[in-house]
């Protein structure tokens, strides 16, 4: 890392992230995994590689973002307990299967993966705004049953924590489109997002390193992951702040806005970056 450049990147890119984190309640993973990306592929870094640590440190910065964002949204008491409790367990499971699956699989796997998903939720959102088709919403509508909860659970868990996100790209857009108001579906991602992003982080720091650096343990590159999560402590209560004064349309789109934004991101990297 040079420090005298690298430091003021990898800090903006964690406040943008945590803000994104508390605003979406999305962790900032599918920020902070395609900058990470070009930063590795500017610094002729392999692509395999470049890709397995910005995943790897994405989701230990997702977690530390997820867990600020939940403390926001818990004190303003948006976040919705009896979806957590239920989701949780899945969440958890299909992150660490996720995380094994992100250093055995072609990287075009994962990231195809991820674009559909972006892109399936983006155009939800976008039509649950138009006129006629909004979702009904309530203060807590009931959480699935058991079953469904921890299958849906475990398929967001393996999907987010092989592309280093928090799952927020996948879990808000289905809470809000479930019936949870834009604010406490995002204050009930990040509380999701920390059972996901933590254990895809246990995984990743306890799985062989790569010998990328010094200072990285396991597949995480620490130097860059403590200076996204300095960038985003303060950055983090602004975007909880934003989430409970902002209309909810305008809300559903900056979401879809960042969901087309990522996958074009991703997808690019996969066409030209190898």
């Known amino acids: 890392m040079n420090w005298a450049l690298d430091v003021p990147v990898f800090v903006c890119i964690g406040a943008v992230a945590g803000f994104a984190s508390g605003l979406l309640g999305i962790g900032g993973g599918i920020l902070i995994v395609p900058a990470m990306v070009l930063i590795g592929s500017l610094g002729h870094a392999d692509p395999g590689q470049a890709l397995i640590r910005a995943v790897a440190t994405s989701s230990l910065v997702v977690c530390v973002n997820s867990l600020m964002s939940m403390g926001g949204h818990w004190r303003r008491g948006a976040i919705a307990w009896c979806w957590v409790r239920r989701c949780a367990p899945g969440c958890a499971a299909g992150a660490i299967c996720g995380a094994a699956l992100a250093t055995s699989i072609d990287r075009l796997w994962v990231v195809g993966g991820v ?12 039509s649950s705004t138009l006129p006629g088709r909004q979702v009904l919403t309530t203060d ?61 982080a246990l995984a990743f720091i306890a799985m062989p390193a790569l010998h990328f650096a010094s200072r990285s343990g396991g597949y995480v590159d620490y130097g860059a992951a403590l200076c996204m999560i300095a960038g985003g402590l303060v950055a983090a209560q602004m ?33 030209f970056g190898r």
């Open 115 to 126: 674009v559909g998903m972006e892109l399936f939720a983006a155009f939800a959102l976008l």
């Open 140 to 200: 807590l509508p009931r959480p699935p049953g058991r079953w469904f909860a921890g299958a849906a659970g475990t398929m967001i868990g393996v999907a987010s924590a092989s592309a280093g996100i928090a799952g927020g790209t996948l879990l808000t857009p289905y809470l809000t489109l479930s019936g949870l108001g834009p604010g406490r579906a995002a204050g009930t991602s990040a509380a999701l997002g920390l059972a996901i992003g933590g254990s895809a």
């Open 239 to 271: 975007g909880v702040a934003a989430a409970h004064a902002w209309p909810r349309d305008l809300l559903k789109r900056i979401l879809a806005a960042t969901l087309l934004v990522s996958a074009a991101s991703f997808a690019l990297h996969a066409l």
